[in-house]
């Protein structure tokens, strides 16, 4: 039987095509049906009167991880992905008019950080020190693993990992062991936001973001993110996986302990030994699997922020913008609250603009610049009043106010079109639970074996790869949650598989 086992994959985001294109290497013949008319997820794109934008991703981080997913695939990233390093990595202003560009050369941030706490230079260190520590623990020991049980997850061997990864200590009073100024606290914190959480509430364990973009880089592969899911879209076709568009999943259906198949939208049914679920995992237990109470429970967990957004074209070129800038609000606290308490947009929002043209002409057409803008809100709350028009509106002026104040005063004349997202999109396009940009939260009690499994409790052959399963969101770690899903399906289903190789390929990204 496991000659030639099936597999059918619910979804092209990006864990499912690396799901996919792993399962068929090891010799399963894979299927993945697709919602929307192209591969990619949230890592979409969209081309417009010679304007490209990414839609959700626009930072490459981690490339090792990527380099890794190539390599197990039988490809080298390089012969795949022009990849170019951004330094300074984001422009940061604060509202106070203050500047700061974060950059890997550390005479440059000197400069910077010592003019606004002298002596900052010392915490910056031993803030990288720890950045450094917890980044190649949390891989090895935590986020690059399987946990097949509580006692495997609490084991002797781990519990002191609870301390050396400060897991029970929060972002933001952690970074006040380095720095006093509310502006490189603010700096060094506000990356949590990539997880979709609040620095308050985020574990001092995710120093590992700030280190490793300072360390491996942060980085731009030409062609924009969407590059990743052509190329590995591409490679899984190689590998002989048959991709369907356009194809919405309605039903999985069940039989005692098993998935036997799914039904499609035209009611007809495709039957598998193997079916592994990329779509969000709370949106699968609620819209296809029969189980309600799970859903419900899934219902009651935290969930991450969402994000409206806008997508510029505009006919004039703005040099004070850099590849990723980052716009901070006065009251950081204040806006935090109004995003994961109050569920809505902060009254003075924080934002990140994205402007590729800068490192890639390619994006928008000659003197002309593509922008995209990304202004978090919390996620879609029943409870909550949420007028999603009228916040998106004051969105629109409040980043449009402080563009004005660096001098891109004139852009909205300069508008040759807007394309916009509010949490609504992001619910419907992609299925994402309550709209929530990054999927399921990382708070302790969501991470390791504590966040719902890769494998559903019930349904023994019924899998799940993406970002609201182990290890969590965003790309580097979506494509760990591949790997780990397939190494699952592999030890379970009694497939031969290659030896479990947890150090990563070497990136040879530089
Ligand atoms: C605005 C934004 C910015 C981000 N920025 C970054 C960044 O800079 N760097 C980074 O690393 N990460 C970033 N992320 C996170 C990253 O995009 C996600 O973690 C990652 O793309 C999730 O991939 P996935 O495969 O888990 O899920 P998805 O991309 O959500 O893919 C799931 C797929 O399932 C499909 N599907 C759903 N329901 C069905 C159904 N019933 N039938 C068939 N198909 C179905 C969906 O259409 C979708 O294609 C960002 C996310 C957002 C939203």
New binding site residues.
Partial sequence: MYSHPTALV???????IAAAARLARCGYQVTV????AK?????DQLIRDGHRFD???????MPEIFAETYAALGERMQDHLDLRRIDPTYRIRFDDGAELALTSDLHAMREQIEAIEPGSLSGLLRYLAEGHLHYHLALERFVGRNFYNLLDYFSPQNLPLLFQLKALKKHYDNVGNYFQHPHLKAAFTFQNM?LGISPYDALATYSLIQYTELADGVWFPMGG?YRVIETLESIAQAQGVRFRYN????RIQVNGNRATGIVLQDDSELAADVIVA???LP?VYR??LPDEGAAKRLGRLKYTSS?I?FYWGVDKSYPQLGVHNVFLSGDYRASFDRIFKDKTLPDEPSFYVHAPARIDPATAPAGQDTLMV?VPVGHIDDAAAQDWGALQARARVAVLRRLAAIGAGDLEQHLKFEASYTPRD?QT????AKGA???LSHNFMQVGYLRPQNRHPRYRNLYF????THPG??????LL?ARLTTERILKEMGVPQPAPDLKFATADAA
């Fill in positions: 619910i979804g092209a985001g990006i864990g499912g049906v697709e919602k929307n591969p990619g997820g949230r890592c839609i959700g991703p626009t930072l490459f981080l990539y993110l194809t919405p999943v309605k990329n779509a969000d949106y819209h296809l994000a957004m990304l992001w396009r992609y299925n994402l940009a990054f999927g790869a993406g970002g609201s969101t965003g790309l580097p770690l979506v949650s």
